[in-house]
């Protein structure tokens, strides 16, 4: 089992649709969970953090979180040809260290 | 540009040659990360330091890699006698711990090549 898993997609959704994208951790005691946006052949942007169950909103981005499934997920409202990209989930691991693991990320296509 | 710096953009090399790669962090974070991403595929752990100490290294790390930080600033990424596995995109953060937690900000990247 992957630490981080998420589907690799593609998921396509029309302009103005809601994407949602998803990711499961197997680390019960992960504490720290971060959605990262990468453009083809560029380095992955934090977009969204969150550390505790429910949700979190930025803008039209929305983080969902639920330790007890281990599940995190992102929605992105609105959706817009500029959000086409990789999404990558990535989780902090409940042993004392830094480093994050990432799962292999979920291509997203916004279709005009 | 206040953004994290990596030195260079590409490099191409022949198997079994060496390279280094030097990462300058945001200059308030204390802890520096290396990843390597392949295509389709999402970064994957190699080290990292918090100022000049390493704390951890992936056990999938090679002794063919080296990495250090010697004055708690700058970083080097070294890869001995390289094999055309290395070829990847080498990918330095570095992060602060703020109110929030730890949050990691990536540089461009290295995109290694080996023929």
């Known amino acids: 089992q992957k630490e981080v898993e998420q589907n690799s997609g593609p998921l396509s959704v029309p302009e103005g649709a809601i994407a949602s994208l998803n990711c499961t951790y197997s680390?019960?005691?992960?504490?720290?969970f971060f959605w990262y946006r990468q453009y083809s052949g560029k380095s992955p942007e934090l977009i969204m953090s969150?550390?505790?169950?429910g949700d979190k909103e930025d803008g039209r981005f929305t983080a969902q979180l639920n330790k007890a499934s281990q599940y995190v997920s992102l929605l992105i409202r609105d959706s817009q040809p500029s959000d086409s990209a990789t999404y990558l989930c990535?989780?902090?691991?409940?042993?004392?260290?830094?480093?994050?693991?990432f799962g292999q990320g979920t291509t997203l296509q916004v279709k005009p | 540009d206040t953004g994290v710096s990596q030195d260079p953009r590409h490099k191409i090399t022949k198997r079994g040659q060496n390279v280094t790669f030097r990462c300058d962090p945001i200059?308030?974070?204390?802890?520096l990360y290396w990843y390597r991403q392949t295509l389709g595929q999402g970064p994957e752990f190699l080290t990292y330091?918090?100022?000049?100490?390493?704390?951890?290294k992936s056990r999938l790390l090679s002794d063919r890699f080296s990495a250090e930080r010697p004055k708690g600033s700058f970083s080097t990424l070294e890869i001995q006698r390289t094999e055309q596995g290395d070829s990847a995109m080498y990918l330095c953060?570095?992060?602060?711990?703020?109110?929030?937690?730890?949050?990691?900000?990536f540089g461009s990247g290295t995109q290694l090549s080996v023929l």
């Open positions: 953060a570095s992060s602060f711990r703020g109110t929030e937690g730890e949050k990691l900000f």
């Open positions: 680390d019960r005691g992960s504490q720290s």
């Open positions: 969150i550390y505790s169950n």
């Open positions: 990535a989780v902090k691991g409940s042993s004392n260290t830094g480093k994050l693991i």
């Open positions: 200059s308030e974070h204390n802890r």
């Open positions: 330091f918090q100022n000049e100490a390493q704390l951890e």
